[in-house]
């Protein structure tokens, strides 16, 4: 069973960077793919970058050019380094941990604010 953390958000004016942590549990945690997802209030959470056991990424086309995600498994964490902010990248950034073959991501974290100022 993985169980996940996240960590680093804030308040940043527009234009600035941030980077979030995901911190896991678990001995396995090397062979889980690992996403980003953000929901902003009063819209739905969106996906927002993966990586895979692999360490094959993907990005939603919002944040392509301007967030990296990344992970070190010696340190069971992934990152997601956020540059050039803007404000409509304001919400609350979840973690969410799946096992490899699995369909759908099962281990949720609580999520951590990120606020980007105008």
């Known amino acids: 069973q993985v169980q996940v953390v996240e960590s680093g958000g804030g308040l940043v004016q527009a234009g600035g960077s941030l980077r979030l942590s995901c911190v896991a549990s678990g001995r396995t945690f090397s062979t889980y793919g690992v996403g980003w997802f953000r929901q902003a209030p009063g819209k739905e959470r969106e996906f927002v970058a993966a990586?895979?056991?692999?360490?094959?990424?993907s990005y939603a086309d919002s944040v392509k050019g301007r967030f990296t995600i990344s992970r070190d498994n010696g340190k069971n964490t992934v990152y997601l380094q956020m540059n050039s902010l803007r404000p409509e990248d304001t919400a609350v950034y979840y973690c969410a941990a799946r096992s490899a073959g699995a369909a759908v991501y099962g281990h949720w974290g609580q999520g951590t604010q990120v606020t980007v100022s105008s």
């Open positions: 990586v895979n056991w692999k360490e094959i990424t």
